[in-house]
Nanobody
Framework: QVQLVESGGGLVQAGGSLRLSCAASRNMFTISTMAWYRQAPTKPRELVAKITTGGSTNYADSVKGRFTISRDNAKNTVYLQMNSLKPEDTAVYYC?????????WGQGTQVTVSS
């Protein structure tokens, strides 16, 4: 099993920045893919960014050039640096880990961007 704990959400003005963190309960080298998803009210959960053990990344078109996902395997932590935030980025952000063919989720952290 994998427990994930997110932190770093909050309220920020449009154009501002936030960094989300997700701490995993096990060695990151055993987790093939880490990802961030988000879910806005009345919308389905969507992939924001993902990163593999080898460091390959993938981003949703809506965040390319503004968000950066990274992982620190020594700290068992994955980050999401969010710059140039827009009101449409407002959502609950969830950390996700793919481990032994199962998906694990954090509890979510709220990000609110005011205009």
């Amino acid at each position: 099993q994998v427990q994930l704990v997110e932190s770093g959400g909050g309220l920020v003005q449009a154009g501002g920045s936030l960094r989300l963190s997700c701490a995993a309960s096990r060695n990151m080298f055993t987790i093939s893919t880490m990802a961030w998803y988000r879910q806005a009210p009345t919308k389905p959960r969507e992939l924001v960014a993902k990163i593999t053990t080898g460091g390959s990344t993938n981003y949703a078109d809506s965040v390319k050039g503004r968000f950066t996902i990274s992982r620190d395997n020594a700290k068992n932590t994955v980050y999401l640096q969010m710059n140039s935030l827009k009101p449409e980025d407002t959502a609950v952000y969830y950390c996700n880990a793919g481990f032994r063919s199962r998906d694990y989720w954090g509890q979510g952290t709220q990000v609110t961007v005011s205009s």
